[in-house]
């Protein structure tokens, strides 16, 4: 019953999703309220768990997914043009948002373990354009804008992912020895991550470029080999004993800069079979995840979250954006459209597996799917009002 309320879902929201989009209703919205409502929250009989095999597999297809198509579409040279704001808000922005966030967590959650904290800000750190669609797609929106949205929320995934397996890597060195020390696992962790992304994506761009100089590949192949490349450079990480969540984006780096031939076959994918992958993800938050931490939503975790929304973003951007002659209005959307979403919900699945459950630290996870779940409607609902309230402040096509 479940597949088939799924199915149904994609059909339904498939047949109506032009027309529920003039109505500011998007697509994780949608699918997030039918996983609810298919949970034992409301009409589900049975609940799945968080450490299931399907779940789990789909958490991490998803990630390899989502990091590999993030980064390539980071165009070196063109973010080399107009590089101080999205570098200001990588270098600056970020690390404030995750101390700020970490800061505040020690106050509202005294009880938990400080490792499990900074786990928490680092869930959050990640922003995800694509639940303020309309802001990134809106030619209303400076150019300039829209840019850097996009390119923020496509890097700074990848900039926290090595960090988390740190702090998860410390928080197994809490509870059993690992060979070598902690650190020098998180450093294999990363170089090799590195190396074996890196060689994937050089090889499998060389191959691409060399079959279609040739005329070997055909057409419909070529939405399928960013996809497959994805997946091998993980598993080819892994395999030497890397990171392959680090192998698959360091890969999708290196393909989206050395095969552009296959910049709009990456976009179609992400658009069809990624777009559709991603909401199913979004279901099975709703699903499974919502229903074993509703319990945990309080007073403080629904404050919490709604700073972690507002102020733990907003003034980090602010401040890294400093003396570079933007307006206020500039630095309140910018700071606004840091959606919580995806990455946040793919990285608390994961870290789950690694850690063995959620049990002891319920108030974690619970915290974070309510920042993400209050996230999907309110910039949702928001993105078209104020892409034409910005539109208006500053003119559009800047």
């Not at 020690?106 to 800000?121: K, T, V, W």
């Not at 928080?171 to 696992?185: K, P, T, V």
């Not at 890397?242 to 989206?256: C, E, L, P, S, T």
Request: no cysteine.
């Amino acid at each position: 019953m479940t597949i088939l309320g799924v199915i149904l879902v994609i059909l339904g929201y498939g047949y109506y999703s032009k027309l529920l989009n003039r109505f500011n209703i998007t697509g994780p919205m949608v699918f997030v309220t039918v996983g609810i409502l298919l949970s034992p929250l409301f009409f589900g009989k049975t609940s799945l768990h968080l450490e299931g095999e399907i779940v789990q597999t789909m958490a991490e297809i998803a990630l390899v997914v989502v990091l590999f198509a993030d980064a390539s579409t980071l165009n070196v040279r063109r973010f080399g043009r107009g590089w101080r704001i999205p570098f200001r808000m990588l270098t600056l922005a970020l690390p404030l948002t995750i101390l700020f966030a970490y800061g505040a967590a020690l106050l509202f959650f005294p009880e938990q373990s400080h490792l499990y904290l900074l786990l928490l800000a680092l869930f959050l750190a990640p922003t995800d354009a694509a639940l303020g669609k309309a802001v990134v797609t809106d030619p209303l929106v400076p150019e300039k804008i829209r840019s850097v949205i996009n390119v923020e929320s496509g890097l700074n995934d990848g900039f926290v992912f090595p960090v988390l397996i740190t702090v998860v890597a410390l928080i197994h060195a809490g509870h059993e020895q690992l060979s070598g020390g902690w650190i020098g696992y998180v450093l294999q962790q990363i170089a090799l991550g590195l190396a074996g992304g890196a060689v994937v994506g050089w090889l499998g761009s060389w191959q691409i470029r060399l079959s279609i100089r040739h005329d070997w590949l055909e057409h419909s192949y070529r939405n399928l080999i960013p996809f497959a490349l994805a997946i091998f450079a993980y598993y080819f990480s892994e395999f030497i004993g890397g990171n392959g969540y680090i192998g698959a984006f360091i890969a999708g780096m290196v393909m989206g800069n050395m095969a552009h031939e296959l910049h709009e076959n990456i976009e179609a994918f992400l658009e069809s079979e990624g777009e559709l992958l991603i909401l199913i993800i979004f279901t099975l938050f709703g699903l499974v995840i919502v229903p074993h931490v509703v319990h945990t939503w309080n007073l403080e975790v629904l404050i919490y979250a709604l700073l972690s929304l507002t102020l733990f973003r907003m003034l980090p951007v602010a401040l890294s954006l400093f003396g570079l002659g933007l307006d206020t209005p500039t630095k309140l959307f910018v700071g606004w459209f840091g959606p919580r979403g995806i990455a946040s919900i793919l990285y608390m699945m994961i870290v789950v597996r690694e850690l063995g459950g959620i049990e002891g630290h319920e108030t974690i996870y619970g915290t974070v799917t309510l920042t993400v779940l209050l996230s999907i409607f309110a910039h949702g609902l928001s993105a078209k009002p104020l892409a034409r309230w910005y539109a208006k402040r500053v003119g559009s096509g800047q």
